[in-house]
């Protein structure tokens, strides 16, 4: 088997240090993991990815249904899988799909099968079924995969979220079905000692409290290695997301990695991981340093959002954060950060993301060292996979 995971005592609130072990390194959590949609994150090289924080990030995200598109998962394959594809050797995650197909709205038709859609690049036909998606992700070759699901819309009615998250275990049941049957094709297998990706399941149910609970209830049936909840961050107000996620924390094994999907702003992710929450991704970081929005902390270490466009920086010597230890903050001032965004110059676009990237990770190391004080018995992990 090829994942292990070991908890430390857990703290006050739920919050718990872990050390994840996949067969492309140890991940310690609570993690936040940036995302490489097309097997980049936007705007950052991945050496400069590898020493943002203390020691860079330790997993990344790749989109399983913008690769499966363009260049195409065979020729993944066929170039050594992911990791070798984009010269990263730690960690990686792939989502299923769902999440964008269920993004196209009026380009898609979802039938018990599988979802039908059309390409957002050229709008050629494509079928994703469960299987379909497990064969993309195991040629893609994360370390983590994840099943097929679908992600209904918010709002949405009881009756029309109780029915998506009954096809979405459906969906988990046909993907684990075919993850088993198939999972020795991964590109890696041989030369990873007849390692093999792992599955995570992912627990639906909207703003619905008892369906959540059925979809966890369901999902452990399954006896997967890990969990992800989702459906969240797709319009409801943040007091919902926090209950959604504080409520399925309650239902899902406590021995197994719990991964939230698609959240959130700095304090928000802060907050959840201190609930319990091991894993987090979202594009935020990239995609708000593309639009001019950094990130930063004041004197009582709260986080600010600070507009880089704005005339009051045109002048501003001093960098985003003092207080920051990453690259853009040890060199260059506010002014000039404007000043490049402002001319449309592409480096703003990479030094924005670096900064913001670096905050995010810097705040999970934040976290977990909080943690490991907190309940002043964290040892060494065994890093050897057992399970």
């Known amino acids: 088997m090829s994942l292990s995971f070991e908890i ?15 067969p492309h390194g140890v991940v310690e ?35 399983t249904y913008h690769l499966y598109l363009r260049p195409g998962h065979e020729l993944v394959a066929r170039m050594g ?84 998250m009954a096809l979405t275990h459906a969906w988990a049941r046909r993907s684990r079905g075919h993850f088993e049957a198939n999972k020795e094709r991964v590109p890696w297998f041989a030369e990873r000692g007849g390692k093999t990706q792992s599955l995570f399941g992912i627990v639906q149910g909207g703003m619905y409290a008892n369906l959540r609970k059925e979809s966890a209830e369901r999902l452990m049936e399954l006896d997967l290695p890990g969990y992800a909840i989702g459906g969240l961050a797709v319009g409801e107000p943040r007091e919902v997301t926090r209950e959604m996620i504080a ?13 939230v999907m698609g959240v959130g702003y700095p304090d928000e992710i802060e907050e959840y991981a201190k609930m319990g929450v091991d894993m987090m991704d979202c594009v935020l970081p990239t995609r708000a340093g593309r639009h001019g929005l950094l990130f930063a ?38 002014a000039y950060l404007r000043h490049l965004f402002v001319a449309g110059e592409p480096l703003a676009l990479t030094l924005n993301s670096v900064h913001n990237l670096h905050f995010y990770l810097a705040t999970m ?23």
């Not at 950052?44 to 924080?53: A, K």
């Not at 409520?247 to 991964?259: I, M």
């Open 365 to 387: 190391e934040r976290v977990r060292k909080g943690l490991a004080d907190a309940v002043d018995a964290f040892g060494e992990f065994n890093t050897e996979p057992t399970s």
């Open 247 to 259: 409520r399925t924390l309650e239902w899902l094994p406590k021995d197994k990695p719990r991964y």
């Open 297 to 334: 902390r004041d004197g009582d270490g709260a986080v600010v959002r600070m507009n880089i466009k704005r005339k009051e920086y045109a002048e501003d010597q001093g960098p985003i954060d003092a207080a920051c230890g990453c690259m853009v903050c040890a060199r260059y001032s506010r």
């Open 29 to 63: 959590t609570p993690v936040f993991m940036p995302v490489g949609t097309a097997a980049s994150v936007k705007a950052v090289e991945q050496g400069v990815i590898e020493r943002l924080g203390t020691s860079g990030a330790q997993i990344i995200l790749a989109n």
């Open 81 to 164: 899988g992911v990791h070798k594809f984009m010269s990263w050797e730690r960690p990686m995650l792939t989502d299923s799909g769902g999440f964008q197909v269920f993004s196209l709205s009026s380009l898609r038709k979802v039938t018990p099968d599988g979802v039908e859609f059309r390409s957002h690049l050229d709008g050629s036909k494509h079928f994703f079924s469960p299987e379909h998606s497990m064969d993309v992700q195991i040629a893609l070759g994360a370390d983590v995969m994840m099943v097929f699901d679908e992600c209904v819309e918010h709002p949405a009615t009881y009756e029309r979220t109780r029915d998506s």
């Open 8 to 22: 430390g005592k857990v703290a006050d609130g739920g919050g718990r240090r872990g050390a994840l072990v996949l």
